[in-house]
Nanobody, 115 residues
Framework: QVQLVESGGGLVQPGGSLRLSCAAS????????MSWYRQAPGQQRELVAS???????IYAASVRGRFALSTDNAENRLHLDMHTLKTDDTAVYYC?????????WGKGTQVTVSS
C-alpha cells in the first residue's frame, strides 16, 4: 500500500511563505497524478493544485500565482511552495496520489496563517 506523508505545515503570518512536502513510499512518476487538497474548518475539501505524470499542472484560482508545485524525483517528493499567504489559506493540507485503480491520501499537515 502506498504511503504519503506530508510535512512543512505550521504557523505563519499573512504575507509569509511555507513549503509543504509530500513524501511517497514509491517512485512518484509511476503515479498518474499527484495533488494537494486542503480543508478548512466547516468547509469541504478542495483541490489546491495538481500535476499529471505528463507534467500538466493546474491550480485553483484562489492560489494561482502564489503557489507552485515541484517534484524531487530523487527523493520521491512533491512540494508545494506557498507565498503571499492569506488568512483564507488556513486549512489542513492533504497530499493525494492517484494510481490507475486507487487514490492514496496522506494524513495532512496543518497550515495556519495568522498575525
Amino acid at each position: 500500500q502506498v504511503q504519503l506523508v506530508e510535512s512543512g505545515g505550521g504557523l505563519v503570518q499573512p504575507g509569509g511563505s511555507l513549503r509543504l512536502s509530500c513524501a511517497a513510499s514509491k517512485i512518484i512518476f509511476t503515479f498518474l497524478s499527484m495533488s494537494w487538497y486542503r480543508q478548512a474548518p466547516g468547509q469541504q475539501r478542495e483541490l489546491v493544485a495538481s500535476m499529471t505524470v505528463g507534467g500538466t499542472t493546474i491550480y485553483a484560482a484562489s492560489v494561482r500565482g502564489r503557489f507552485a508545485l515541484s517534484t524531487d524525483n530523487a527523493e520521491n517528493r512533491l512540494h508545494l511552495d506557498m507565498h503571499t499567504l492569506k488568512t483564507d489559506d488556513t486549512a489542513v493540507y492533504y497530499c493525494k496520489a492517484r494510481d490507475p485503480e486507487t487514490e492514496n491520501w496522506g494524513k495532512g499537515t496543518q497550515v495556519t496563517v495568522s498575525s
